[in-house]
Nanobody, 127 residues
């Protein structure tokens, strides 16, 4: 059973930084961060594969960094991070950690590719 628990959200002024964390239990070889603003569709922010490869949405490139610490070698427990710098008001959203267990991670930023989700953590950026 996979469980994902996000933390680290909050309110910050534009230009500030936040670091989101996601504690994962269960087999989670492929993980990603998504976000959803009110009235908008959920969108991919960044993903990391089992080999450590990463992919970012254009809106996140140069500002956000995804990383992962494997607490156990078999990916049964891990912590996923999203370091967010130079935050903008348009980054305001609920941020979700997600995972899937397919053989190929594909570094997908499509929500439909992920079948495990956390409850979300709110990020609010003021101008």
């Amino acid at each position: 059973q996979v469980q994902l628990v996000e933390s680290g959200g909050g309110s910050v002024q534009g230009g500030g930084s936040l670091r989101l964390s996601c504690g994962a239990s269960g087999y989670t070889p492929c993980m990603a961060w998504f976000r959803q603003a009110p009235g908008k569709e959920r969108e991919g922010v960044a993903t990391v594969g089992r080999d450590g490869s990463t992919k970012y949405a254009d809106s996140a490139k140069g500002r956000f960094t995804i990383s992962r610490d494997n607490i156990s070698r078999d990916n049964i427990r891990a912590t996923l991070y999203l370091q967010m710098n130079s935050l903008k008001p348009e980054d305001t959203a609920m941020y979700y950690c997600a995972a899937h267990q397919r053989i190929r991670c594909e570094n997908s930023l499509l929500p439909s590719e992920y079948n495990y989700w956390g409850q979300g953590t709110q990020v609010t950026v003021s101008s």
